[in-house]
């Protein structure tokens, strides 16, 4: 079946220690979105791709990094995390922007805990 | 931005009772969807629908565009629909046609 894959599914990392998160799909969607999800509130998004083309949301800290080597694969880089960033980290992609194709599908998740 | 509230935050439920979720948005959209977050954080595709009606089911949703809100059913509930429901939507004036996400409504379905 088709779908977005994230790994690993929780990640453990200390105060400071960069951390990569991937994300990869077997869609072959133009669009893979980042959202940060903490506790008891709403998905929030940090950026996105159309195809090689990053955005950036005008609130994501530099401290968060993202990477888009070819359309399959999507990386979350954190550079030096602080416990403010411990979340659940969830990937999206959607086929286009456009109405009709702009259905947004996510992966599970991975869980970052900061010690 | 849009602003998206949903309603109620809370609802709990005997198994077999019928509930409505309400989603209002503050702004034209042309991508709607809700979500069941499960209880391992995944979010659940449950419907796409920027307008009209879907029926999954037990599930059906309703999306009135030109009111800016949308309804989502959930009929017989089950212990298995327990979890967060969000809404979340989607605009052409928003870069990358981003989802904004409501609060979410927490539903418990108790035996």
């Known amino acids: 079946d088709a779908m977005v894959i994230q790994n690993p599914r929780y990640q453990v990392t200390q105060f400071g220690k960069p951390v990569t998160l991937s994300c990869s799909q077997t869609?072959?969607?133009?669009?893979m979105y980042w959202y940060q999800q903490k506790s008891s509130q709403a998905p929030k998004l940090l950026f996105h791709?159309?195809?090689?083309?990053?955005?950036n949301e005008a609130d994501t800290p530099d401290n968060f990094q993202s990477r888009r080597p070819n359309t399959s694969f999507c990386f979350l880089d954190i550079r030096s995390p602080g416990l403010g960033d411990a979340a659940m980290y969830l990937c999206?992609?959607?086929?286009?922007?456009?109405?009709?194709?702009?259905?947004?599908?996510f992966g599970p998740g991975t869980r970052l805990t900061v010690l | 931005g849009i602003q998206v509230e949903q309603s109620p935050p809370d609802l709990i439920l005997q198994e077999g009772a019928n509930s409505t979720l309400r989603c209002n948005f503050s702004?034209?959209?042309?991508?709607l969807q809700w979500f069941h977050q499960n209880p391992w954080g995944q979010l659940i595709n449950l419907f796409y629908?920027?307008?009209g009606t879907k029926q999954n089911g037990r599930l059906s949703a309703t999306t009135v565009a030109t009111e800016r809100y949308s309804l989502l059913y959930i009929s017989s509930s089950q212990t298995t629909d327990s979890g967060v429901y969000f809404c979340?939507?989607?605009?052409?004036?928003?870069?990358?046609?981003?989802?904004?996400f409501g609060g979410g409504t927490r539903v418990l379905v108790k035996p």
């Open positions: 999206a992609t959607s086929r286009d922007w456009a109405g009709g194709l702009n259905e947004q599908f």
């Open positions: 869609l072959n969607h133009n669009v």
């Open positions: 791709y159309y195809d090689k083309d990053f955005n």
């Open positions: 702004d034209s959209v042309n991508n």
């Open positions: 629908i920027p307008s």
């Open positions: 979340a939507v989607g605009s052409d004036k928003a870069a990358g046609n981003k989802l904004t």
